[in-house]
């Protein structure tokens, strides 16, 4: 009986590694923060997120307490509040990623209750989110399907953020999830609309029409293209119609300036760029091996950094492109959008809960990425897997570190180390698909 119990608890363990792994070190992170908060008298809430009140809202009539959720009423502050979204104020949005913020708004203000703008405009993300999450999962077993949903919902610190922050990015976690089910099930069309739908919400998850480059179908990128500006060049019509096309032009700007908004050196708020990465590993190196001009180096050239680390990756993406399913080029390149920018906030981490179920069913479904060879280097596929799960666990840990960051009661978090992560996961990958197969042969995959 014993023995059997120990079967069945190994056999539910290894079903599910990602929650398995990520419960216990999320509940010690929880540890370590109610220390910080609790013993050090840090402000846990600021350096785990932003300040409550950021000054984009009146709290009294549109907050909670102090508590604002600064990236919604940002948004409608400059559409409502400004001739123009693009002329004064840092904004990165297009025309079409302002209009779920102000359908919310209208449809809000149609019923007279203050908060019920951002109320629908929440509870549509967070419906949208659960439900895409639950049925990423259900090929699973209920147990398993129930612990992994809440690990990567309910526990998932940069999902937290962006809820409490109210930005759209929640939106990327459905699509992403619909994206991957839609290379898996060789959808093309579906996996279009739902790269087209991504760039309303960011529009540089345009990068992810790379995958349809890579893999020699012009076509269907002409396609994208096209259906990108169906998408985005009316809503320009509609907002500031009156500048049109020099709106357009008034956001490029707007888009550009945004790179140099945060200082790598800052250390807080939290930054997952590629920039702030490397800069935040340098601190940790001790005495000698941190030399002053390095880290001159990397605050001199932040914003160019992570173009150049793109460039790179997608160098390393085309030569093993045969050997690369769909679903592991493009986790990669929304790794990329996520971290290319100087500027990318902790919520831009949510490319990894769809990542994670994607990647959990890929090891379910073992016809879906075996070789066409018998004698193979399916090991490879499974690696770069591992490789790719790993970083993205590593990716939804976020624990204090050691510095202070602009005052002495707010703590630098290892988010700031995420772009390093992904880095060395770029190089692992490299590494791992550089290597010859059996009887030196390297062999193609079934790209899925």
């Not at 059997?4 to 216990?24: D, E």
Request: with cysteine.
């Amino acid at each position: 009986m014993v023995k059997k119990t120990k079967s069945k608890f190994r056999n539910w363990i290894l079903g599910m590694p990602t929650a398995a792994v990520l419960l216990p070190i999320q509940g010690i992170s929880l540890i370590y923060w109610w220390i910080a908060g609790s013993y050090l008298g840090l402000d846990t809430y600021s350096s785990r997120s932003f300040p409550g009140g950021d000054g984009w809202c009146d709290p009294a009539s549109q907050g909670l307490g102090s508590h604002c959720w600064g990236d919604y009423y940002y948004v409608i502050f400059l559409v409502f509040g400004q001739p123009e979204p693009w002329l004064d104020y840092p904004n990165p949005y297009p025309a079409a990623s302002l209009l779920p913020f102000i359908f919310a708004q209208v449809l809000g203000s149609l019923t007279g209750i203050s908060h019920a703008g951002l109320i629908i405009y929440l509870g549509s993300m967070t419906l949208l989110i659960g439900w895409a999450v639950w049925i990423g999962t259900k090929t699973l077993a209920v147990e398993t399907r129930l612990v992994l949903f809440s690990t990567l919902t309910f526990l998932s610190p940069p999902l937290i953020h962006a809820l409490d922050r109210g930005n759209s990015v929640g939106f990327i976690i459905p699509l992403l999830v619909w994206l991957y089910r839609s290379l898996r099930n060789n959808s093309e069309n579906q996996a279009l609309l739902a790269i087209v739908l991504l760039t309303v919400v960011k529009p540089h998850f345009a990068a992810l029409l790379f995958l349809f480059i890579v893999r020699g179908q012009l076509e269907t990128v002409m396609k994208g293209i096209l259906f990108g500006f169906l998408a985005h060049v009316p809503a320009f019509l509609i907002i500031a119609g009156d500048r049109f096309p020099v709106n357009i032009f008034d956001w490029l700007v707007r888009l550009g300036g945004y790179q140099n908004y945060t200082l790598v050196e800052t250390g807080w708020p939290q930054n997952i760029s590629f920039s702030q990465g490397l800069y935040s590993f340098a601190t940790l190196i001790p005495g000698v091996l941190q030399p002053d001009s390095y880290l001159n180096f990397i605050e001199d050239n932040q914003t160019i950094l992570g173009p150049i680390i793109l460039i790179l990756t997608l160098l390393m993406i085309t030569l093993f492109r045969e050997n690369l399913t769909d679903v592991q080029i493009t986790i990669i390149l929304s790794s990329l959008v996520a971290m290319t920018s100087n500027t990318s906030w902790y919520y831009y981490a949510v490319f990894t809960i769809p990542a994670l179920l994607a990647i959990t069913l890929m090891r379910k479904d073992l016809k879906k990425v075996l070789p066409i060879e018998k004698n193979d280097d399916s090991p490879k596929t499974d690696k770069v897997d591992f490789i790719l799960w790993f970083a993205s666990v590593l990716t939804l840990i976020q624990l204090p570190m050691y510095e202070l960051a602009t005052d002495n009661s707010i703590v630098v978090t290892s988010a700031n180390l995420i772009g390093v992560y992904w880095i060395i996961t770029y190089l692992s990958i490299a590494v791992v698909l550089s290597t010859r197969g059996p009887k030196g042969k390297t062999t193609k995959i079934l790209r899925k």
